[in-house]
T-cell receptor, first 115, second 114 residues
Framework: GAGVSQSPSNKVTEKGKDVELRCDPI?????LYWYRQSLGQGLEFLIY????????KSGLPSDRFSAERTGGSVSTLTIQRTQQEDSAVYLC?????????????FGQGTRLTVV | GENVEQHPSTLSVQEGDSAVIKCTYS??????FPWYKQELGKRPQLIID?????GEKKDQRIAVTLNKTAKHFSLHITETQPEDSAVYFC?????????????FGQGTILTVHP
C-alpha cells in the first residue's frame, strides 16, 4: 500500500471486552510506533518497535495493554478488559530503516469507543 | 526519558499575522526535531523538520529555529492564512537504546481568523 493502514477505522465495544487494533506499516519501514490521542489532547506515546530490538513499552498505561509485531511488519495492539477511559483514537506510525532523523508517517487511526 | 513541553496550548491570530510556537526538550542526545500539522479529523502530517547540525530551516512561509544549548526549538509561520488553522505538534527523537523514538509535545491549537 501507499501509506500506513489501520483497521478497523472505528470500533465500539462494551466495557470489559477485549479489542485488537491492527497496523500495516509502509513496506520496508523497520520502525513502528503506537500513540493514543484522547479528544482534544496530544499524542501519548504507547510503544515503539525498532527493527529486531526489544520494543520500548514504557508508554503502555497498564498491563491490560500489549502489542506485538510479527515478522517485522504488521503490528497488533491489544487492550484487554476495556474501560471507558480507554476511549480514544489510536494512531500507528512507521518510519524507514529505523534510523534517526527520518519522518514518521501516520495511519488514519482507529477510533475506539468503550460503552 | 525524553520530555517535550510545548507552548502555547492555544493561539489565535488574524489572517496575515505571524504565529510562533515554542518547544523545549530534555534529552541532550536528541538530534531530530519534526513539526506535524493535524487538521480536524485527519492524521498528523509532517510540515517541516530540523536536525541538530543546523540552527534554522525555512520552507516558504514556515521556518523552524533550534537552540541546542538551551534545548528549545520554535515554529514560525508568517503571513498566516485560514487554512493554517489546525493543531501543531512538535517532537524530539531519542538517543540510547530507544534511538529514533519520537516524543511529542502536547499540541497547539492555532486559529487564524479571516
Amino acid at each position: 500500500g501507499a501509506g500506513v493502514s489501520q483497521s478497523p477505522s472505528n470500533k465500539v465495544t462494551e466495557k470489559g471486552k477485549d479489542v485488537e487494533l491492527r497496523c500495516d506499516p509502509i513496506s520496508g519501514h523497520t520502525a513502528l510506533y503506537w500513540y493514543r490521542q484522547s479528544l482534544g489532547q496530544g499524542l501519548e506515546f504507547l510503544i515503539y518497535f525498532q527493527g529486531n530490538s526489544a520494543p520500548d513499552k514504557s508508554g503502555l498505561p497498564s498491563d491490560r495493554f500489549s502489542a506485538e509485531r510479527t515478522g517485522g511488519s504488521v503490528s497488533t495492539l491489544t487492550i484487554q478488559r476495556t474501560q471507558q477511559e480507554d476511549s480514544a483514537v489510536y494512531l500507528c506510525a512507521s518510519s524507514p530503516r529505523g534510523a534517526r532523523n527520518t519522518e514518521a508517517f501516520f495511519g488514519q487511526g482507529t477510533r475506539l469507543t468503550v460503552v | 526519558g525524553e520530555n517535550v513541553e510545548q507552548h502555547p496550548s492555544t493561539l489565535s491570530v488574524q489572517e496575515g499575522d505571524s504565529a510562533v510556537i515554542k518547544c523545549t526538550y530534555s534529552d541532550s542526545a536528541s538530534n531530530y526535531f519534526p513539526w506535524y500539522k493535524q487538521e480536524l479529523g485527519k492524521r498528523p502530517q509532517l510540515i517541516i523538520d530540523i536536525r541538530s547540525n543546523v540552527g534554522e530551516k525555512k520552507d516558504q512561509r514556515i521556518a523552524v529555529t533550534l537552540n541546542k544549548t538551551a534545548k528549545h526549538f520554535s515554529l514560525h509561520i508568517t503571513e498566516t492564512q485560514p487554512e493554517d488553522s489546525a493543531v501543531y505538534f512538535c517532537a524530539a527523537d531519542a538517543g540510547g537504546t530507544s534511538y529514533g523514538k519520537l516524543t511529542f509535545g502536547q499540541g497547539t491549537i492555532l486559529t487564524v481568523h479571516p
